[in-house]
């Protein structure tokens, strides 16, 4: 089974400033990684996806994270953060030979402030 | 197109109504999901279809019964409920490959409220 921390639960930051969401994992089996966004009373999009590869990652709209294995960690990046990006952040994984369920963390609240 | 569609958006049904939600997807995915997210938390799983067969029942009650009538949709029927199943619940797809799932994509989801 499969578990994730996300130790933040809510990350307030002034616009323009970075930002770093944090996110731990816990697994007995290799995993697949990935950060969700939902925006007030809207579905989960996916920002990114750590499958197998480079362990970095990015997003097209200026988000990166970084798989590091050792500390089972899928930290999310941002250098400059904007008011657009305020919204619920969710770390999820999921078995990656056998894996039918996606196991979500209890999230991050990022309020980016002007 | 990278979207799963989900009816309505909005529900808000008796403790003595039947009613049904819906979710479409035209990705050709095998792999489908009903969750369940109460306020400030994260998703929940309530089940999950694989090639249209109920894979995994998170032990749910039996007042919601799901089905997969092809690989393209995905009910979630609702019967006697009660309040403190109000909830956005949310349906997603994925790919299955003979490993593990890819990433998972999301409905709008319903609101539904129990009074």
């Known amino acids: 089974a499969q578990s994730v921390t996300q130790l933040d639960s809510q990350v307030p930051v002034f616009e323009e400033a970075p930002v770093e969401l944090r996110c731990n994992y816990s697994?007995?089996?290799?995993?697949?990684l990935f950060w969700y966004v939902q925006y007030p009373n809207q579905g989960l999009q996916l920002l990114l996806k750590y499958l197998s590869g480079s362990t970095l990652v990015e997003s097209i709209n200026g988000f990166e994270a970084e798989f590091n294995k050792s500390q089972t960690s899928f930290h999310l990046r941002k250098p400059s953060v904007h008011i657009s990006d305020t919204a619920e952040y969710f770390c999820a994984v999921s078995d990656r030979d056998y894996g039918q369920n996606f196991v979500f963390g209890p999230g991050t609240r990022l309020s980016v402030l002007p | 197109d990278t979207e799963v569609t989900q009816t309505p958006k909005h529900l808000v049904m008796g403790m003595t109504n039947k009613k049904s939600l819906k979710c479409e997807q035209h990705?050709?995915?095998?792999?489908m999901y009903w969750y369940k997210q109460k306020a400030k938390k994260p998703p929940e799983l309530m089940f999950v279809?694989?090639?249209?067969?109920?894979?995994i029942n998170e032990s749910v009650p039996s007042r919601f019964s799901p089905e997969c009538p092809n690989s393209s949709l995905l009910n979630l029927h609702l019967h006697a409920l009660q309040p403190e199943d109000s909830a956005l619940y949310l349906c997603?797809?994925?790919?299955?490959?003979?490993?593990?799932?890819?990433?998972?994509?999301f409905g709008q989801g319903t609101r539904l409220t129990v009074v």
């Open positions: 279809y694989s090639y249209e067969k109920l894979s």
């Open positions: 990705m050709g995915h095998r792999a």
């Open positions: 997603a797809s994925s790919h299955q490959t003979g490993a593990g799932n890819t990433e998972a994509f």
């Open positions: 697994s007995s089996v290799s995993v697949y």
